[in-house]
């Protein structure tokens, strides 16, 4: 009783983390923009919809495996990409990357990372070998740059280091307003770096008094004139399949689809981006009832249960990506607290699904949800 | 006005009970699973329905009795099946027993009684013989093991000492987490034992480092493979009749009635098996559109006044199932503390009928409700 | 400055009124049934429904004035019946009444009165002479009791004293469970009576040991087998118009209608019945529907603002009566106190009229308001 | 890091305006109508409308430029009439002419003003001609006041000032009861005037001992008896274009401009007049739905954040107005506060319509809301 008690659920690593981080690193990975509407009813929405449990099924085997864009999975949750998880642990995405090779997921990489593509796809492919489950099973996020030659480098370093997907980020035309990292003048500490811009150019984050330094960045170095056409672009510089991440509208994942898109992430960016915008649960029915099967639909925001996986997949999503709370497991225990939230959601969903009567995912069907 | 003032409702009964109990048995008792978003959600969904009372009828005479199962009762509350009685009581599941037969009502025994069920049947008897009122009001609720042969024996048993009824439950494929529980390492005191069990096999709850003892028996014992093909394994065995608890689909009820189940207990478990699972009251309008009067409704959930009663006879079951209230009776006063919670419970139907014009169960109709 | 600042609305003679009265009269007045879950929902149930004021009507003269029953009343505000208001002010219901007559409205006498209703008749007509006007304005609420012999003498006598309106309470078959009043053991203090029976029988409010004497007295007093046929007897022993108060079904209106009410009182008694009744309010709509014009609908419970009044009237209702503010003014100031209170209201209703472009009753209309 | 830091919301200037204003002027601008529940609901109605924002747009240019009235402006957000801005700061409404004017907005100059017509419109067209953009953003807000001689003085001199726009209140036959105010018996300081009216009158704000002077001020001076036919009367004393201020129905609006507005404000004067009406942004859709293209549409009523005008652009609005956090801004800073401020809420506009693919007002469409 003496020995240190692991956390018994994702709560538990919130609360944690909050000791591992500095002030500035927990308000940029605790925040929501403006008044933080959106971030609060991200949860919130999760509890307007009920389960209703299927009883008599026979649940002694189950398996929670699937496919994404045709790779195998072991678990129906990826890791969201997240800039700077240097912030929360020394080894930062290297140590998240492994935690999702050795649990058989996908990590995806933000493109503001603190360790470099190559970097964070060699400790992947170890790991697996170590595992001996070779499926390469990480993706590249892409912030498309003013600078298009910087652009088509990084997805030409991707696709040769081995990523198996473009994940557009396409809910940032310029950055939310994250009003404590304006407070906090937010900027990355000394030693910290984007390590997959410093080779190719001198790009960081600036300082800028009054003002979040990342806030800055995206104003001077993204490219607020993206639009469906630059898809077509870059489908004709990279051939990895295209997921787009950041739709709440049905027409815009049709749009998705219609442009090349093999995969549709339903994501409000975690709250981070417009203030206001529904709670991505609450925006997964139209757009899966809009895509159909003509792609696999995704969505994130507010996970913390494996209850709130299981309505996500009743209503309609192939998997769910995890955000904030593998930077709490990464500021707690590194490697091994990734791996351990991870595990927790995994067991939850797996517990989740036997008392729902699913002993697959495929059982998982709408009449599981219904809302209040 | 210096003697002790007995409690006048429920709520006080719990709050007095928190004096007679161990942290741990508190915390078992109390406990939902996960976040107990459902077991919360039970109690608040009653205040979504209102009452409509009808007046200017004859209420006079109130009859509260009613028949389940071909079998007489004073009042359409049962007693729900709830292990371990004798963490509250030293009596455990006799003084139970004495106070349901004292008040002819049904007690439902569970397989995880502290006391065996031949000890609760002969007390039962004897307390419905002073009262010449011989009805044998007890149930077996049975849990299905792994071991097929120790669950015949339970069942031949149940049948051999007069249990007029078999409530299988069917929402526990694994145990709910009670993060309480788990914290708690929950595990029986010494002294105390699966008094069911202990004459069939060496069956215990298991001490299990970081977990709960229960959840640990649960995945090591019980039978998650259960499917309806297994009701007519039981009928195979058991001419008693067969009572399907924990449903929550007007599917799976339908089910539960073509598998020959007798009576439908709506129940969500407390909110300890699958947390976000809908009230029980919320899913009791669907199951009785769907099985008519091919079988008897039941439901239970966070039942404390008479009003919720009332409530729930309006939307169509026959009777309740009372839980927690009878665990905090039972530790504040033992077989005496039981029988005036259920003296206070059935005096605040009576009211609650009286002055909604109905003077029997009968009367009690559909319009006497309106969702909010 | 320094001379005392009278209240300028209800809710601070809430609060000053609790300084003049015990604990046990403050908790008579005060509680509802059971868990006050009707209480609080019949204020709650306001702020369901949003007003949509009318604008550029001229409201230069307003008129609040109406007939109710065939009497003229200078305003849509009753006084509701309330027993023992010399609980509040020695001089109890004969304040009462001389205030609602020189404001020119209606006081319905309770049959539990503490001031007989022959005393409280002369202080009426006194004041409506001093004021030159003559209408009675007084109505006699009636409890029917075992004894018909009584209850016949009390309806006799109101009529020979000038009552101009029977109000049979028709939703207290049974007293309903007041826990507060159970607590205290409620009872009249001593010199305190009965006044309209001490001169027919010997009844008075018993003590009860852990238990409200109100309670005892109603069943033991009170007659719960009244139906509607029970209207036939008392028309045929009284040409006083009724009024039935306590309905909250659209049927039983009709049926009140049907059995000879010339009005109906949309009413849950202020909370203190049946707990879990739907809010007077929501249920107005329901009754105002199913009568049509066959009788006068009034309502009452929750009625705090002007507001309020004003969303009853445009939700059908012809007036309200009001309750505990009346208590609250006659603890603090006697006459004068429930005089300002029905100022207070009378004003605001005034002040809510001409803000939404009615300046006569008649131009209220329901679609003043939208249900939220 | 020592200087003092410039607020980042509107909020914060709310805050800080607390510290620069008397209690007497802060409960003054705080405070809505007796409960204050329309105040608090204007508020909180913007959450029950949820953003759907449409992606990869080119947003690189946006454009918040707008036309009302044939005026050209620089952003969708008027500053809303107010009166005695003197209360927040010594320059008072000629510095908030100032902001107004110099970031190329409208500016609707109260009647009850505490600098004169004269003044104000001399400030705003000298900052005009400063910024080169000759426009006279300003309109005059009328009360009609009983004496029609002085409200066709103050008409005149509004159009001969050069004045654009007659903006007639139409909420306010009396004043809504403000408790705090009525508390508070609010006055004008000494040295504070009616600016418009003391030149032609003797009119002042009275002192009377236990009522808001304003309110008795209304009570006595302004024209209750206003209907839709003295739009008429206007319009043959004024060439000026119509603003209807105050509606809250669509058949109120459809009358509007029936009498020749050529804009209709929905609002509910800040939630000061009829406390229990609808919120403003909750009436907007179905004006928009009645008027359709005959007039122009504004809203005011809790605008604090870019996202609630983008929220009413979507329902349908060509413009809102802002009110209570002008005064903030005033109290605080001034002109440059104001400034502030309007620049806050525009540059949050601006992020919020690039976030939701809008590069151009006429870019938002309903689509972008949907109702909770």
């Known amino acids: 009783m003496t020995a240190p008690i692991k956390p018994i659920n994702l709560f538990e690593y919130e609360t944690l983390a909050a000791k591992h981080l500095s002030q500035m690193a927990l308000d940029y990975y605790a925040s929501g923009a403006w008044d933080e509407i959106t971030l609060r009813d991200n949860r919130a929405a999760f509890e307007r919809y009920k389960l209703c449990p299927r009883m008599l099924v026979d649940v002694s085997r189950r398996d929670l495996s699937t496919t994404i864009l045709g790779q195998s999975l072991q678990m129906p949750i990826l890791i969201a990409p997240m800039a700077f998880q240097c912030l929360a642990h020394p080894e930062g995405e290297i140590a998240t990357a492994k935690a999702a090779a050795k649990l058989g997921t996908v990590m995806v990489l933000s493109t503001l990372a603190t360790k470099s593509l190559e970097e964070v796809a060699l400790a992947s492919k ?176 507010g996970i913390r249960r494996g209850t709130d996986i299981l309505k996500a997949l009743a209503l309609g999503a192939k998997a769910v990506l995890l955000g904030r709370p593998v930077l709490w497991g990464l500021a707690v225990g590194g490697e091994a607290g990734v791996g351990h939230v991870l595990e927790l959601l995994q067991d939850e969903l797996d517990i989740a699904m036997a008392l729902s009567g699913c002993a697959k995912l495929q059982d998982v069907d709408p009449s599981l949800v219904v809302r209040l």
Chains 1, 2, 3, 4 share one sequence.
């Open 126 to 301: 170890q790991t697996e070998q170590e595992a001996s489950s070779i499926e390469n099973r990480f993706w590249f996020q892409l912030y498309v740059h003013r600078d298009r030659g910087l652009t088509k480098a990084l997805v030409e370093r991707a696709d040769e280091a081995g990523y198996r997907a473009l994940c557009l980020t396409v809910d940032a035309p310029v950055l939310g307003r994250r009003e404590r990292d304006r407070r906090n003048q937010f900027a990355l500490p000394a030693g910290m770096e984007l390590a997959n811009l410093v080779t190719l150019t001198d790009l960081e984050i600036p300082y800028n008094p009054g003002e979040s330094g990342l806030f800055t960045y995206f104003l001077e170095q993204l490219n607020p004139a993206l639009t469906w056409k630059d898809l077509d672009w870059l489908q004709s510089i990279s051939h990895l399949p295209l997921v787009v991440k950041g739709i709440l509208r049905g027409d815009d994942a049709v749009r998705a689809v219609e442009h090349g898109a093999r995969a549709v992430i339903v994501s409000n960016h975690g709250g981070r981006q417009l203030d206001g915008a529904r709670a991505s649960i609450d925006a997964l029915s139209e757009v899966v009832a809009s895509v159909g099967d003509k792609a696999e639909i995704l969505v994130d925001g």
